[in-house]
């Protein structure tokens, strides 16, 4: 059976996601994004599921920047339709709520219910953990953020349904693996996620980039960082539609390694439903 690790407690959206993607694994909550990718490289799970970006909150988990030094691979993609409804303990009422409990990103994506019922927020590890929260307290003054699985798991009423932003709200989740299993090549939609590291040279990322350009490949994200406090080069994560045996892929990808000191296929992977929807 199939181990899957995520952050956050059960109920949450990531355990959501490991469900959706794994009916039949088993669960391993963990207590941050580092911990479930440590579980994998340590071997108490078989994949983590990691949300990387939200339609509305914009990037979620910092794997960019974890992804390169953990040694994993992305082996899928999956998108989850995001929804939360404003829960608390029995008995309570809309009206007695002063403060909601919720992950910080779940505040931010539920800010006109948030302005609208004047409420003072705390931040808390993960939706379903401020759920766990507010059923502990039992007290009415409080109430959660979080999807609609977490009332019925810790006993919950639900005050408002449907309280998200965007009823288009929708976040964006990756499979990581020891094995780097990269999908073959079947001139299905594909998605390709790197890691490169730029030669300190005047105009680098520029003509790294440009094999992209002359050869039609469609570059959908690029993140830069540095590690430590001094001013090497810059480090890339970045994201292309295509597979590298592609031919305008491959070529790209040879002249990006031209201005490069190192290129690093992180994952090979099939592009989700849902990016053809859009």
């Known amino acids: 059976m199939t181990t899957i690790a995520y952050q956050g407690e059960r109920g949450s959206n990531s355990a959501t996601a490991a469900r959706a993607l794994y009916p039949e694994g088993g669960e391993l909550p963990?207590?941050?994004?580092?911990?479930?990718?440590?579980?994998?490289?340590?071997?108490?799970?078989?994949?983590?599921?990691?949300?990387?970006?939200?339609?509305?909150?914009?990037?979620?988990?910092?794997?960019?920047?974890l992804l390169p030094e953990s040694g994993l691979f992305i082996i899928a993609e999956y998108f989850l339709a995001i929804r939360f409804d404003l829960m608390g303990a029995p008995g309570t009422t809309l009206d007695q709520v002063e403060c909601v409990r919720s992950h910080v990103h779940a505040l931010g994506q539920c800010r006109k219910l948030l302005r609208e019922g004047g409420?003072?927020?705390?931040?808390?590890?993960?939706?379903?953990?401020?759920?766990?929260?507010?059923?502990?307290?039992?007290?009415?003054?409080?109430?959660?953020?979080?999807?609609p699985a977490a009332a019925g798991l810790y006993g919950l009423v639900v005050l408002r349904p449907g309280v998200e932003d965007d009823p288009d709200n929708t976040t964006r989740f990756v499979v990581l693996s020891r094995e780097s299993s990269p999908a073959p090549y079947t001139g299905e939609p594909t998605m390709t996620s790197l890691f490169f590291c730029v030669r300190n040279i005047p105009s680098a990322l520029y003509k790294a980039l440009g094999g992209f350009a002359s050869s039609g490949v469609n570059l959908t994200k690029i993140e830069s960082y540095q590690i430590g406090a001094g001013l090497n080069a810059s480090r890339f994560y970045a994201e292309i539609e295509g597979h590298?045996?592609?031919?305008?892929?491959?070529l790209a990808l040879h002249e990006l390694r031209f201005f490069s000191d190192e290129v690093r296929i992180l994952g090979v992977y099939?592009?989700?439903?849902?990016?053809?929807?859009?």
């Open 119 to 147: 409420w003072r927020t705390l931040v808390s590890d993960d939706t379903a953990g401020a759920a766990r929260e507010v059923a502990e307290l039992g007290d009415p003054r409080h109430a959660a953020l979080a999807p």
């Open 30 to 65: 963990c207590t941050g994004f580092e911990q479930a990718l440590d579980a994998v490289t340590l071997g108490a799970a078989d994949v983590a599921v990691i949300p990387v970006d939200n339609s509305t909150a914009g990037r979620v988990a910092d794997v960019h920047h």
């Open 244 to 250: 590298p045996d592609e031919e305008r892929i491959a």
């Open 270 to 278: 099939p592009a989700h439903p849902h990016r053809l929807k859009n």
